[in-house]
């Protein structure tokens, strides 16, 4: 590790870059009056509101395929999502072998136009304040550079955190008590205001219009209330549009309401690492720079262009070459337009960046270069 560094231009910055070869490069969120002295002695003066949004912590249907992982006191070793604490020992630490899957990456992408949202509708920042990245490896970073984020301290970034991620959500100060089942609140449009309150109405209304038997057991409610709402659900909805209360039913009590809310509010909060956002002194990777895990670039898209962004077309950067590689094991993937493996103990010629790709994730190993 090189640490504590300050370069005055970028040419500075990339000079050192090329003479050291890092495999990973990350720059402070940040800044200092004296970023080279010690930590203590740096002098804060503000930071960058940072997230990061990875596959590693939301569980997805194809995690069991490709990742898996090792505890790292009793050696115990299983399939997919790594659990918070070793089931066997309750060891805390895993060596990971995970994939940058594509599914896993929509996921992440799809907590990540849920955070945008908050962020710009409900936090009020300014899109051109906000930036947003594919992280190289399995997620994204979203940016805030905002006079009004900068001299948040690490209470204020984790109160943000918490909004986000629904921590501590409350159905009841958002619109759902038990008044609300039968009666139209003062104002019609209320139910539609912003922030959270929004939030909660819209996605009880997309839950019960897409849930399936499967979802409404999965939340705790018996097979009888599950039956009753799917049987009613256009009276719910209509009722709920038309008038703006949710006890249409006979049978269906505010318990039933409540578990259905917190699950809807579950699916609107986003999934972040909260400990990167609460961190005032968070180095994250530097854009434009390589992920050592990958060889893909970490690199920046604008917001209106995340439905389409396709990390492994646009964090491409070795564009020319083939190179005969040994690949031990190897999920099927796509990179650029191709599609490549599964691969299980073979020699195989590939493009440069899709060996760089299995040689990075530990897969695979060069046999022989310029092919
Ligand atoms: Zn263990
Ligand atoms: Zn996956």
Redesign the pocket.
């Known amino acids: 590790m090189l640490r504590h560094k300050n370069f005055r231009s970028s040419d500075e910055l990339k000079e050192f870059l090329q003479s050291s070869v890092p495999s990973d490069a990350y720059c402070s969120c940040a800044c200092y009056e004296d970023p080279e002295a010690d930590m203590d002695r740096k002098g804060w003066l503000g930071a960058d509101l940072v997230f990061d949004i990875d596959a590693d912590h939301i569980p997805t249907p194809c995690d069991k395929f490709h990742d898996n992982w090792v505890?790292?006191?009793?050696?115990?070793t299983g399939k997919g999502f790594t659990p918070s604490?070793?089931?066997?020992?309750?060891?805390e630490k895993f060596e990971v072998s995970t994939w940058p899957c594509e599914v896993c990456l929509d996921s992440a992408k799809t907590e990540t136009v849920k955070l945008l949202d908050m962020l710009m509708l409900d936090f009020g920042f300014s899109g051109k304040d906000i930036h947003v990245f594919f992280s190289g490896h399995r997620g994204y970073h979203v940016h805030v550079e905002s006079e009004a984020a900068k001299g948040l301290d690490a209470i204020a970034r984790k109160e943000i955190v918490d909004y986000i991620t629904g921590l501590g959500f409350d159905v009841f100060f958002h619109g759902l008590d038990k008044k609300s089942l039968r009666e139209t609140p003062p104002s019609q449009s209320s139910r539609f205001e912003f922030g959270w309150r929004k939030r909660l109405a819209l996605g009880m209304k997309n839950f019960i219009r897409s849930a399936k038997e499967e979802n409404l057991r999965r939340i705790g409610l018996t097979k009888k209330k599950a039956e009753t709402i799917l049987e009613h659900r256009d009276v719910i909805l209509k009722n709920w549009l038309n008038r703006g209360t949710w006890g249409a039913v006979k049978g269906i009590g505010f318990e039933t309401w409540r578990k259905i809310a917190e699950q809807s509010a579950k699916l609107q909060s986003a999934s972040i690492d909260t400990v990167v956002t609460t961190d005032i002194h968070r180095l994250i990777r530097l854009v434009g720079t390589l992920h050592g895990k990958t060889g893909l670039k970490k690199i920046e898209f604008s917001v209106s262009a995340i439905d389409d962004f396709d990390p492994f077309k646009s964090a491409v950067a070795f564009k020319t070459g083939a190179v005969i590689v040994y690949v031990s094991d190897a999920p099927e993937f796509r990179l650029g337009d191709e599609v490549f493996g599964p691969y299980k103990k073979q020699r195989v010629e590939l493009p440069t960046a899709v060996a760089m790709l299995l040689v990075c994730k530990g897969r695979g190993e060069v046999i022989e270069s310029n092919v």
């Not at 505890?71 to 115990?76: D, N, P």
């Not at 604490?85 to 060891?91: D, I, N, Q, T, Y």
Request: net charge negative; proline share 8%; glycine share 30%.
């Open positions: 505890c790292g006191v009793c050696g115990l604490e070793c089931p066997v020992c309750g060891g």
